[in-house]
C-alpha cells in the first residue's frame, strides 16, 4: 500500500524507533510499556533499525481504515501498513490496533486486554518483517513464531495460541 493512516516523517533518535499515537479511550493503555513490546519484538527478530507508529484506534477507526484500504468496512483487530522499501533494510510501516476490540476479546479468552493489545502489536510487527497469515503453512508458521516471541519478552502465551499445533 502506497501509505499508512498516519504516516509521518519520522526523525529517529533511536535505532528501533516506535510512536504511539493514542486515538481511543476503551484502554488506558500504558504506551512506555507497549513501546517496549515493539522494540523487544523486532529485536527478537534481529531488526537493528526500523520506524514504526503504532496507531490505537476503537472500532469505528479500525473499521473506517479496513474499509479504505482493504474495502471491509467492519471492524478488525490490527492492520499492518508496510511503508518500507522492500529491500529488508530498514523496517518501517504503520500498525493499526483497535483497543476496542482488544477489551471485548481479552473478555473472550480470559487474559488481560493490555496483553491482548500487545498481542496485536507484535503480530504487526511480524507482518513487517515478512510474515504472513493468509494460507494455511505460513499462518502455523507465524502463530508459532507469535508464541516464540512472547516467550521470549516474557509475557503469557495468548490463550488461542495455545490451542494451536504448528
Known amino acids: 500500500m ?5 504516516s509521518t516523517s519520522r526523525h529517529r533518535r533511536q535505532p528501533l524507533a516506535v510512536e504511539i499515537v493514542d486515538r481511543q479511550r476503551a484502554l488506558a493503555v500504558p504506551h512506555r510499556w507497549l513501546t517496549r513490546v515493539c522494540r523487544w519484538a523486532l529485536e527478537a527478530e534481529g531488526v ?21 484500504w482493504l474495502g471491509d468496512p467492519r471492524p478488525t ?15 518501517e510501516g504503520d500498525i493499526a490496533c483497535s483497543a476496542e476490540t482488544a477489551v471485548r476479546e481479552a473478555g473472550h479468552y480470559g487474559w488481560p486486554a493490555r496483553c491482548e493489545l500487545a498481542y496485536y502489536a507484535i503480530h504487526g ?17 507465524m502463530r508459532a513464531r507469535e ?9 503469557p502465551v495468548p490463550p488461542r495460541l495455545r490451542r494451536c499445533r504448528p
Open 125 to 141: 510487527v511480524l507482518h513487517l518483517t515478512g510474515y504472513d497469515d493468509r494460507r494455511g503453512n505460513d499462518r502455523r508458521a
Open 48 to 68: 537493528v533499525e526500523a520506524g514504526i507508529t503504532l496507531l490505537l484506534v476503537d472500532d469505528a477507526g479500525i473499521g473506517t481504515l479496513h474499509d479504505r
Open 147 to 155: 508464541r516464540e516471541v512472547f516467550a521470549a519478552i516474557g509475557l
Open 77 to 91: 483487530d490490527v492492520i499492518t501498513f508496510d511503508l518500507g522499501a522492500g529491500d529488508g533494510s530498514v523496517i
Open 2 to 6: 502506497a501509505a499508512g493512516p498516519v
